[in-house]
């Protein structure tokens, strides 16, 4: 490679590296209360876009990080970025409110080491996410006194990967993730006892949790495909994601407000920086792609993790249930020769994603369906704008549970260069 590339490649890590302590916020999800916090299952915007797809399809014009395996169609080095922000309304049957946040969704790039057999990548992104604001308001048994709890959780866990794919035989293709795990949960509960007067009784006090994790994880992937006809395929893909037992360390501690996160103020101290591990279960998706190539694809895919399986940091199981997910999902390019117009070039999206949740409470099961809309736009010949738009509900009212609608919405652009690996002709 010539010296410019290489200053392109330092360039593009060094982006990687200086923003790899970023903690974007993608979730504001009440339910992220309960366990590790709401998993990012749905891959990059281009998959968002189409109900989550990416296990059994991927282009050569966008980074494949859902499916390794599928790195091997990216023969053009390609770099990938996004932002993502969501609103939800959250109502309880009785009273409603607004909550959002948003940040980095991920950082991510893919370059071919030899056309069309072996491809390398990295990236940033986010595999849960942390973020509740609750109230919760209780009678004291026995007395006139009022419990009030004021409930908080930021943070998640985010990873650093590196993935290769590599065609083993004709149309077949393997992939490896490998990830770096980090970062930091807090949660903390306030309680403050009142009398019927609205007047505080007592000494407010504070629990505070900090969980740390540094380990890392893998995951594997396998593509096929098979020629149905001159300009059509079938395609089939599968991933196996391994997490285990993610080991970090636990802060927690019961002091007074404001005194519970320090170290050295009067309070019960329950652990202080304590080697320990959380058990995240493992995760298996496949899927099915029927393409008409430079024209239109539809797929079927569904995902499983069980998290009866879960424990956390200090060993405890929570009343968590298998988590499952299915989605469909439809592309289609106008005219991919269309040149002079880019919304004819372009690739507009349609999905509907459905997942059953871990949460299972009052005896119900918290559901989670969504719509979703996306497109890609050509900014020139090669690179592109992204764009996904997904509409959902989570939750019921039955049973006094919380109903959340939704609306998530992620802008990313994917910048290419077929340029990086062409022998040089003049010096």
Not at 87 to 94: D, E, F, L
Not at 235 to 264: E, H, M, P, R, W
Not at 296 to 307: H, L, V
Request: charged share 15%; glycine share 12%; net charge neutral.
């Amino acid at each position: 490679m010539s010296s410019k590339n290489w200053l392109k490649s330092l360039g593009a890590l060094c982006t990687l590296l200086l923003l790899s302590e970023v903690n974007a916020q993608n979730s504001v999800s009440t339910y992220s209360a309960l366990g590790i916090g709401e998993f990012n299952n749905s891959g990059l915007t281009q998959n968002q876009g189409m109900g989550g797809m990416g296990i059994s399809y991927g282009t050569g014009w966008q980074v494949n990080n859902v499916n390794p395996a599928l790195t091997t169609r990216n023969t053009i080095f390609n770099f990938q970025a996004a932002l993502n922000y969501k609103r939800i309304n959250v109502n309880n049957g009785s009273d409603a409110s607004n909550v959002d946040g948003g940040g980095l969704s991920y950082l991510a790039l893919s370059f071919p080491v030899k056309t069309g057999k072996f491809t390398a990548g990295m990236g940033l992104g986010q595999i849960t996410s942390v973020n509740y604001r609750l109230q919760v308001e209780s009678e004291v048994d026995n007395s006139d006194l009022k419990a009030n709890n004021f409930l908080r959780g930021d943070g998640g866990i985010s990873e650093t990967y590196l993935n290769f794919g590599y065609l083993l035989a004709k149309n077949l293709s393997i992939g490896f993730h490998g990830s770096y795990l980090f970062g930091s949960t807090i949660r903390s509960n306030q309680l403050l006892i009142t009398d019927d007067k609205g007047v505080e009784v007592g000494s407010p006090s504070e629990y505070y949790e900090r969980l740390t994790v540094s380990d890392v994880g893998f995951k594997l992937g396998a593509h096929y495909l098979v020629k149905t006809s001159e300009k059509t395929n079938l395609q089939f893909g599968t991933i196996y994601q391994k997490f285990g037992n993610v080991n970090g360390t636990g802060f927690a501690k019961l002091a007074g407000i404001g005194q519970a996160s320090k170290v050295d103020t009067d309070g019960d101290l329950i652990a202080n920086n304590l080697p320990g591990s959380v058990y995240i279960p493992n995760r298996i998706g496949g899927g099915v792609t029927f393409e008409k190539v430079n024209k239109y694809a539809f797929s079927i895919e569904g995902q499983f993790q069980d998290f009866s399986e879960y424990r956390n940091f200090f060993g405890d199981p929570l009343d968590l249930q298998a988590a499952k997910k299915l989605s469909i999902g439809f592309l289609i390019i106008p005219n991919y020769l269309s040149f002079d117009n880019i919304l004819n070039r372009g690739t507009y999206r349609i999905g509907l994603e459905w997942m059953q949740t871990p949460y299972f409470l009052n005896q119900t099961n918290i559901n989670d369906i969504g719509l979703n809309l996306g497109t890609s736009l050509y900014l020139n010949q090669l690179s592109m704008m992204n764009i996904a738009l997904k509409v959902g509900q989570r939750g019921t009212l039955d049973q006094g549970l919380i109903r959340e609608n939704y609306v998530n919405f992620t802008l990313g652009f994917s910048l290419n260069d077929n340029s990086w690996f062409y022998k040089r002709v003049f010096e």
